[in-house]
Structures are given as C-alpha cells and as structure tokens.
C-alpha cells in the first residue's frame, strides 16, 4: 500500500509528515490505552471499559483477519493514531482514532484522508452524532451522510 511511503505536506502545520505502518501485537498495549480513553468510550456509545484479556483476543482476531487491516499512525517518533479498515464485499468499513494527546492538530483529518485515498470502491464510517471532531474527519475525506438513526450518522463515499 503506497501510503506506507506517503510524505506529503499539509497546510496544517503539525499535520504534516504522517506515515504508516500495520500493527502488530507490539501496539497492543498503546491500543488498550487509546481505547479505554473516556473520549473513545463515549464516541463509541459509552460502553464500559475494555478488558485486557477481551482487547488482546480482539487485536488477534483482526490481525489474523485477512479482511481487516489496522494502520497505525506515526508522526515524527511518535505513534499518533490508528485507521482500522475492514474489507466487506460491498464496500470498505473505516474507523479511525487520535491518540488523545495528539487531538486538535488536524491529524484525524489527515490520517483518513491519506488512507482513504488509497482504497478503491465504496467505503462506509459510522459516528457518534455527538461527535463533531469525527463529523469533520469524515466529511474531510469527502463522505456523504446517507442515515442518520438515533444517535448513529452513516457516512458513505463512493
Ligand atoms: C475524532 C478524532 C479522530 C479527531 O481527531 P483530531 O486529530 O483531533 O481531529 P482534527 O484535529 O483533524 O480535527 C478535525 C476537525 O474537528 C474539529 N474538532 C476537533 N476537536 C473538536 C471538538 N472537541 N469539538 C468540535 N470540533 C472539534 C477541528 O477543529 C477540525 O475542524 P476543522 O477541520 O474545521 O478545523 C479524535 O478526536 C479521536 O480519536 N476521538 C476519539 C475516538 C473517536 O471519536 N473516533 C471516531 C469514531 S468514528
């Protein structure tokens, strides 16, 4: 995937220089943490915590999972965030989260937009409607609001 080597440069200063990488068993512990951020609970319906023994089984399915692909961020020597990517028969499943102390720089925008760019074919998010942050992500990246359910948005590009 070309995005491994992308270096483009953004009009957001610290936005610039983003790179990726697949994850590996190696992130599993920056994974828990980002998951367990109360920011991500409560986009993700503010579901209780997230176990170690029930994250662990989780992250070995998807990297087992010939379907699923999680990209992880970096700026610089940090790791910044992750773009999680399913391949359905339809269309491409995206998701997406910014390490909480790298939010507000215009990462979230960047990182989907870079990895989207790079997928062929439909592609699909949910977000939370009270999540205005991810709102921008996805419409950045040029998704439509196609359902809006409770207080689930449905955004697709095609
Ligand atoms: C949603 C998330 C990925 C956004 O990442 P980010 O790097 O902070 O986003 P950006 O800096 O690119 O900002 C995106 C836009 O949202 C705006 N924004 C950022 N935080 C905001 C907030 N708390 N409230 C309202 N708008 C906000 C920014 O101003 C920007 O708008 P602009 O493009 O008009 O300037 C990040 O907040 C996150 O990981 N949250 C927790 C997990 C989550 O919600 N995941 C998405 C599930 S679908």
Redesign the pocket.
Do not use: H
């Given at each position: 995937m070309r995005i491994s080597d992308h270096n483009r440069k953004d009009s957001h200063p610290n936005?610039a220089d983003l790179s990726f990488y697949a994850a590996s068993q190696a992130d599993s512990d920056l994974l828990l943490t980002w998951a367990n951020?109360p920011?991500?609970r409560a986009?993700?319906g503010d579901r209780p915590p997230i176990q170690y023994a029930e994250h662990e089984k989780w992250l070995e399915g998807i990297l087992q999972d010939p379907h699923s692909r999680l990209m992880m961020v970096r700026q610089a020597h940090a790791v910044v965030?992750v773009v999680r990517i399913i391949h359905a028969v339809e269309y491409h499943e995206i998701?997406?989260?910014?390490a909480p102390e790298?939010?507000?720089?215009?990462?979230?925008?960047?990182m989907v937009a870079m990895v989207t760019a790079e997928l062929s074919g439909p592609l699909r998010?949910?977000?939370e409607k009270s999540?205005?942050?991810?709102i921008?992500?996805a419409q950045?990246a040029g998704f439509e609001l196609y359902q809006d359910k409770e207080n689930v948005l449905f955004y697709r590009r095609n």
């Open positions: 936005s951020d920011g991500v986009a993700s965030g998701s997406w989260t910014v790298f939010r507000g720089r215009g990462i979230g925008c960047k998010a949910t977000v999540n205005a942050a991810s921008k992500v950045a």
